[in-house]
């Protein structure tokens, strides 16, 4: 039998514009895929794109 997993996962959350990880997330792969937050982003001093990117460990 098939389990459904819902597993989360952590994600650093990248500023689009500088490639600086700002922030973390955790977020449900099987519903959240990809991630896309407006954050304020520190090195650019304005709030930013922020990209989910999945960390490998
Ligand atoms: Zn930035």
């Known amino acids: 039998m098939a389990k459904k997993?819902?597993?989360r996962?952590?994600?650093a959350m990248?500023?689009?514009e500088c490639w600086s990880t700002n922030y973390f997330?955790?977020?449900n792969k099987a519903?959240?895929?990809k991630l896309e937050l407006k954050k304020?982003?520190?090195k650019?001093?304005?709030q930013t794109t922020h990209n989910s990117?999945?960390?490998l460990k």
Do not use: F, L, M, N
């Open 5 to 7: 997993k819902w597993w």
């Open 9 to 11: 996962i952590i994600v």
């Open 14 to 16: 990248i500023c689009k």
């Open 25 to 27: 997330s955790t977020i």
């Open 31 to 33: 519903i959240t895929p």
């Open 40 to 42: 304020y982003c520190k």
């Open 44 to 46: 650019c001093k304005k």
């Open 53 to 55: 990117k999945e960390k």
